[in-house]
């Protein structure tokens, strides 16, 4: 059973073009969280949801939007992509907002072309 | 902002060895906690430490959170193939379960 989990796994698009990856996880957690690893494969954190409230922004672009429909799912959507946004987009989550200890889907690699 | 720096930044060690890598930031942390990377795979926790000079273990893997709090350590004693990856630090100030990440440390072993 996969605890994080995140749809596609690899996702090449054009740039121009508008799109969406999707994160469920099993458990029970209240807080969810996108982050984003660079070709340096640095992470650092882009968004967090705690029960499908918005509670970090990380000073993101505005064609990201994440959009929660319950505290088991964090949705990305992107618009206008651009080869900038080439990157491996993880979900994650925690047990409460509180908490520290992060389990990381397998991650989505995105390409722009 | 804050900074996590990672070093070394890479190690190629031969089976069997032991291997010391750390981090240390700007600021002061909370929490400190370690993960591990392989290819085309999310982090996975290895260990979390919660207070300042606490020296937690996980197998042959020993973390120390730093005394002054701005620093820790991570420790592999007799190093396997599967240890092979991309080890990172974090760190949690406390206001927020933001996460802020080390540059991380590749580790290559060999037989």
């Known amino acids: 059973d996969t605890a994080v989990s995140q749809t596609p796994k690899y996702l090449v698009t054009q740039m121009g073009n508008d799109k969406s990856i999707k994160c469920e996880q099993n458990?029970?957690?209240?807080?969810m969280y996108w982050y984003k690893q660079d070709s340096k494969k640095f992470l650092k954190i882009m968004f967090s949801?705690?029960?499908?409230?918005?509670?970090i922004n990380e000073t993101v672009p505005n064609r990201f939007s994440p959009k929660s429909p319950d505290k088991a799912h964090l949705n990305l959507h992107i618009n206008s992509l651009e080869l900038g946004d080439s990157a491996v987009y993880f979900c994650?989550?925690?047990?409460?907002?509180?908490?520290?200890?992060?389990?990381f889907g397998q991650g989505t690699r995105l390409t722009v072309v | 902002g804050q900074q996590l720096n990672q070093s070394p930044q890479s190690m190629f060690i031969q089976e069997g060895e032991d291997v010391s890598m750390n981090c240390t930031s700007s600021?002061?942390?909370?929490?400190w906690l370690w993960y591990k990377q392989d290819p085309g795979e999310g982090p996975v926790l290895l260990i979390a430490l919660y207070k300042a000079g606490e020296l937690t273990s996980n197998g042959r893997l020993t973390a120390q959170f730093g005394i002054t709090r701005k620093d820790s350590f991570l420790n592999i004693s007799a190093s396997i193939p599967s240890d092979v990856g991309i080890y990172f630090c974090?760190?949690?100030?406390?206001?927020?379960?933001?996460?802020?990440f080390g540059t991380g440390t590749r580790l290559q072993v060999t037989l």
């Open positions: 994650a989550s925690t047990q409460m907002t509180t908490n520290t200890e992060a389990f």
């Open positions: 600021s002061i942390f909370n929490t």
């Open positions: 949801y705690n029960n499908k409230e918005l509670i």
């Open positions: 974090a760190g949690n100030t406390g206001t927020a379960s933001k996460l802020t």
């Open positions: 458990l029970g957690h209240d807080t």
